[in-house]
T-cell receptor
Framework: EPEVTQTPSHQVTQMGQEVILRCVPI?????FYWYRQILGQKVEFLVS????????KSEIFDDQFSVERPDGSNFTLKIRSTKLEDSAMYFC?????????FGPGTRLTVT | GEDVEQSLFLSVREGDSSVINCTYT??????LYWYKQEPGAGLQLLTY?????DMKQDQRLTVLLNKKDKHLSLRIADTQTGDSAIYFC???????????FGKGTRLHILP
């Protein structure tokens, strides 16, 4: 069964550093998403992406964040200058309609 | 604003039925979902229901939707140890890409 994959599974970085989280969505899906879950809190929507552009973003997704689909398979989330409060589990998801399928997540730890 | 609420814990004896409840605020949400998260794993889409339905059954899973009360429930029949996980209720508001999640209900199975 096709699934969304994410790398790395765990990323440790120092405050102020840039990180890129990578995702390979399910191959025939056209819609891509990033969510995050801070420890003990709800899963929160960050951004959706369709037809090579952002279709919706939340208040969390400020200028420090960017997304890209650099080739036909990868979908990336870049955080330009990480802050301590960016520590969270980041989930990528993809869909071809209303069913969003999630990857296993990347745990980002900012020290 | 949009919000999804669910109780945080549920303990059930193996072999009994589990019923996980959820309330949501946006009565015009088009799709409502149940996701399962096992320890260290991502969010697995278990089932969903379209807002014009009041019940959906899928093997051991039964979803009930009460639109008037904005109440969603997930019943797991013959609960097994493998059902031990966190179950997230979620809604998809209309004309919106994002899914809004509850905090999750941790289901604990008693022998």
């Amino acid at each position: 069964e096709p699934e969304v994959t994410q790398t790395p599974s765990h990323q440790v970085t120092q405050m102020g550093q840039e990180v890129i989280l990578r995702c390979v969505p399910i191959s025939n899906h056209l819609y891509f998403y990033w969510y995050r879950q801070i420890l003990g809190q709800k899963v929160e929507f960050l951004v959706s992406f369709y037809n090579n552009e952002i279709s919706e973003k939340s208040e969390i997704f400020d200028d420090q964040f960017s997304v890209e689909r650099p080739d036909g398979s990868n979908f990336t989330l870049k955080i330009r200058s990480t802050k301590l409060e960016d520590s969270a589990m980041y989930f990528c998801a993809s869909s071809e309609g209303h069913e969003q399928y999630f990857g296993p997540g990347t745990r980002l730890t900012v020290t | 604003g949009e919000d999804v609420e669910q109780s945080l814990f549920l303990s059930v004896r193996e072999g009994d039925s589990s019923v996980i409840n959820c309330t949501y605020t946006d009565s015009s949400s088009t799709y409502l979902y149940w996701y399962k998260q096992e320890p260290g794993a991502g969010l697995q889409l278990l089932t969903y229901i379209f807002s014009n339905m009041d019940m959906k059954q899928d093997q051991r899973l039964t979803v009930l939707l009460n639109k008037k009360d904005k109440h969603l429930s997930l019943r797991i029949a013959d609960t097994q140890t493998g059902d031990s996980a966190i179950y997230f209720c979620a809604e998809n508001p209309p004309r919106d890409d994002k899914i809004i999640f509850g905090k999750g209900t941790r289901l604990h199975i008693l022998p």
